[in-house]
């Protein structure tokens, strides 16, 4: 198994947190955790904890992480250009800084030239110690357009392909294989312990996790700040249930916490429980229980009434009577069906109605108790008991006829339902709602629940509603459900009362009693006192939990589980190379001013490299100058090269600011080391270490500028700077500035004022050359300027000089000095003529043909 799998597997086991996984994943894609990296990591693992709501993205941030695709260096990446620029300083936009893919680079650029701009693009794109510079956008052309550049690249020596850097953007793994070192990176390998940042793939991506996992702890940490202050929670008695509750509010829940809240509904016992201790308190049982007895029969009487009031006119009765109702209804239905088909077509109108059948009652009743010979309804020839007129044949009949109407069945049922229904309304006509005799244990009730009265009117006038109903003369039997809230409360009452009566027996379980009264009314209040605070409680609640959940997350930003996990990989691991490449690298600088060692250690999370003096607790960064400092600090870099075992490009920024010439002539010379073995890229503005770079490379150099015109910056110019060229090579360019003031002299706007100006400077430049061909070949370098060191050897050079070399020079510069910018014509002596351009020509060919002839004896 290789190491990453060793960490992919690791990071997937069950008892590593999840949000660990994505880390791992981010780290593997693109080489390193960019601020909204850690920014979306921290959002995961709040998500895992309950701290944030996890969105529809968060089974792909946790899910087991893949080891494809994730390898390290397998060839060497070189940096092959620079150029498409984009609102990055005053650089200039549409030009590009090529390199050779190969050997040393000098990049030079006096101040303001654009340097520093082209380093800051490639310490973001690249990988550097410290933090990634600054990148500002172009002061001079503002544009919405975010700073990017082009960076061309080849891997291992393939045709270069092209990589947008865009700030901000996602980092190119290719360029993240160059290194950059600079001053400012150098100071994080001496004045602190800092992360190797040159590892094995498998040790980078667990720094990363520690990295990740530092960033989870302080945005938590700044996080969890609110919900370390407890809220106010009131004082309870430690011995109710409610007081254990409030012990125990992180596995509540808001159901819990309501029906540990007191209600309304309750103070009415909470007033009666006080009153009862107080009553009680000091009294025999026989003393109690006439209490008890006494409130009993101020309550049983209500009781009873409304209990009454309740079996008259609640549903069950009123459903009896509503059958009883339609019972009567349908029976007198029946019975009138009856009557008209036996009564149907006499000439008198509502014969067989209540009226009539009186009436018939009376008249039969008159004429049976005349004697028992009578005969009801009359017959043929009798009498009638209304008119006393014979009564004929057809009178007869009717008679008849009625008496079987009156006699019929469904007339004697129907008569049976009304009396029934009007029995059953008699009961209820004769409901009293007369309430005095009830005064008295009202008030009381009143007094001792706010709600009782409430409650008790709602229920008399639902009764009284029903009696009224029920005796109008069109009764309904259907009416809304009944409030029993009152009577049941005090048949609770009087049960209680009833309870307490019964358990009074002696003096022992009187005070038992009392004690249950007691207890009771502390829970009742602590119930009060809890519903007072509920929000507060709430809030205490919603606190404890999310501080759980902080803290739950936070022991997944502990560190030690991955040092451990570093420290065993690093057994087997390159680190412990290290040693031995700082100390070779020591020697190659030549440092001796005293012995360093490397201490490399698994701390907080992170295989950490410790410079530090030998035998010797004082810190390098106290006691060793800066030149010291930096040679450290550039051996402890390319120690780092050495066991990261890479061979892509090493770019190095101003790297000797600050340092005297012999620091600079050994860095000159490492660099110039390095370079036969990668592609080594210098940027500067130090024209003496760039000479000494040229001097100390075994193999030609590659020497660019860069510079300034006008508002921008960053132009390459092509060619070497003026004062790194050699004799021929500034011959050559006087060659090029004469051809092209002869191009300027032949156009129409031709202005002599400006021919003047520009043949001083050709002129001058003239002049420098004459001094660089002194120096180069009439004393063939046997003192240079920049440098210390006299070239004895060379002294044999200087023995065949002639006055005629002497003569030679001396007119050169003579004539040079004369037209040249930097001296002042005195008035009185008028205006010397500049010479034409044909004369600036022969003057520059005499400078070449000395110079050839010097050459060839010289060589």
Not at 87 to 94: G, K, P, Q, R, T
Not at 316 to 332: E, P
Not at 678 to 695: A, K
């Amino acid at each position: 198994m290789t190491q990453i799998a060793k960490v992919v597997t690791w990071v997937n086991s069950d008892q590593k947190p999840l949000w660990w996984r994505q880390v791992i994943r981010r780290v593997m894609e693109q080489g390193e955790l960019k601020q909204q990296d850690l920014q979306l990591i921290y959002q995961v693992a709040k998500m895992e904890f309950g701290l944030l709501e996890k969105n529809v993205d968060y089974p792909s941030y946790i899910k087991l992480v893949d080891v494809a695709g994730f390898e390290t260096e397998a060839a060497p990446v070189t940096l092959a250009s620079i150029g498409n620029v984009k609102n990055v300083s005053s650089l200039i936009e549409d030009v590009t800084l090529n390199f050779p893919i190969e050997g040393l680079t000098a990049v030079y650029g006096d101040n303001g030239a654009g340097k520093s701009s082209y380093a800051r693009i490639m310490k973001s794109a690249c990988l550097t110690r410290g933090d990634v510079p600054v990148i500002t956008t172009n002061a001079f052309n503002p544009s919405t357009i975010p700073s990017q550049a082009t960076l061309g690249v080849s891997i291992g020596g393939a045709a270069v392909v092209e990589n947008i850097w865009t700030i901000g953007g996602k980092p190119s793994p290719e360029l993240k294989s160059i290194r950059v070192f600079d001053s400012h990176s150098a100071t994080h390998y001496i004045s602190k312990t800092d992360s190797v940042e040159y590892k094995p793939a498998e040790v980078r991506l667990l720094d990363e996790l520690s990295r990740a996992c530092q960033f989870v702890k302080d945005e938590l940490t700044r996080e969890i700040a609110p919900f370390s202050t407890p809220y106010r929670i009131p004082d309870l008695n430690p011995l109710s249930k409610v007081s254990a509750f409030c012990n125990s509010l992180v596995t509540a829940t808001q159901t819990t916490l309501d029906a540990r809240c007191g209600g309304e509904d309750e103070l009415p016992e909470i007033a009666l429980l006080k009153k009862d201790v107080i009553e009680l308190s000091g009294k025999t049982p026989a003393q109690v229980k006439a209490i008890y007895e006494s409130k009993l029969k101020h309550r049983e009487p209500l009781l009873n009434f409304l209990t009454n009031l309740y079996e008259k006119l609640g549903d069950v009765n009123l459903a009896r009577l509503g059958a009883s109702y339609d019972d009567k209804l349908t029976k007198l239905k029946v019975a009138e069906q009856v009557r008209r088909s036996t009564l149907n077509g006499l000439p008198i109108e509502g014969i067989g109605n209540e009226a009539w059948k009186e009436m018939w009652s009376h008249a039969q009743n008159f004429i049976m108790s005349n004697g028992d010979d009578k005969t009801f309804p009359p017959v043929e020839n009798e009498h009638c008991p209304t008119c006393i007129q014979p009564i004929g044949s057809q009178a007869a009949a009717r008679m008849a006829r009625f008496a079987d109407y009156i006699t019929n069945q469904s007339l004697v049922d129907a008569d049976k339902a009304t009396t029934t229904l009007t029995l059953q309304m008699n009961l209820i006509a004769q409901l009293s709602f007369d309430l005095k005799p009830y005064g008295g244990v009202l008030e009381e009730l009143v007094q001792s629940a706010n709600d009782a009265m409430e409650q008790f009117n709602t229920c008399i006038q639902q009764l009284s509603d029903r009696k009224s109903n029920l005796t109008s003369a069109e009764p309904t039997f259907s009416y809304p459900e009944l409030d029993m809230r009152f009577v049941q409360r005090l048949s609770q009452q009087v049960e209680a009362i009833k309870a307490k009566r019964d358990g009074v027996v002696d003096d022992g379980s009187l005070t038992q009693s009392i004690k249950l009264m007691q207890d009771r009314l502390i829970e009742l209040e602590d119930r009060q006192r809890l519903s007072a605070h509920k929000e507060n409680i709430i809030l205490e609640m919603n606190r404890i939990k999310m501080l759980g959940r902080f803290n739950s997350a936070l022991s997944t930003t502990n560190l030690s589980l991955i040092t451990r996990f570093i420290s065993e990989l690093a057994k087997t691991g390159s680190l412990g190379l290290i040693n031995t490449a700082f100390a070779n690298e020591l020697s190659a600088l030549g440092f001796k001013s005293f012995d360093v060692e490397t201490k490399t250690q698994g701390s907080a999370g992170q295989q950490k490299l410790t410079l530090q003096i030998s035998n010797n607790a004082s810190k390098i960064g106290h006691i060793a100058s800066e030149g010291e400092q930096k040679c450290i600090a550039l051996a402890g870099f390319m120690a780092e090269l050495t066991i990261d075992n890479r061979k892509s490009a090493i770019i190095f920024d101003d790297p000797v600011n600050s340092l005297d010439h012999k620091w600079r002539r050994k860095f000159a010379k490492r660099i110039a080391d390095e370079a036969l073995h990668r592609q080594v890229i210098v940027l500067t503005h130090d024209l003496p270490f760039l000479m000494m770079l040229s001097e100390e490379s075994s193999n030609p150099i590659n020497i660019q500028s860069i510079t300034r015109r006008g508002k921008l910056s960053g132009f390459p110019q092509g060619r070497p700077p003026w004062d790194t060229l050699k004799t021929v090579d500034r011959i050559g360019q006087l060659r090029q500035l004469e051809v092209e003031l002869r191009r300027y002299t032949k156009r129409d706007d031709f202005i002599e004022d400006i021919y003047s100006r520009d043949a001083k400077h050709i002129y001058g430049k003239m002049r420098e050359t004459w001094e660089r061909l002194v120096e180069e070949w009439l004393i063939r370098n046997v003192v240079q300027r920049f440098s210390r060191a006299v070239q004895t050897q060379n002294i044999r050079y200087i023995v065949d000089s002639t006055p005629e070399d002497v003569a030679t020079i001396s007119e050169g510069m003579k004539k040079c000095s004369t037209f040249f910018e930097g001296h002042d014509t005195a008035t009185g002596l008028g205006v010397t003529e500049m010479p034409d351009i044909d004369e600036l020509l022969a003057d520059i060919t005499a400078l070449d043909v000395y110079f050839k002839l010097l050459k060839k004896r010289r060589e």
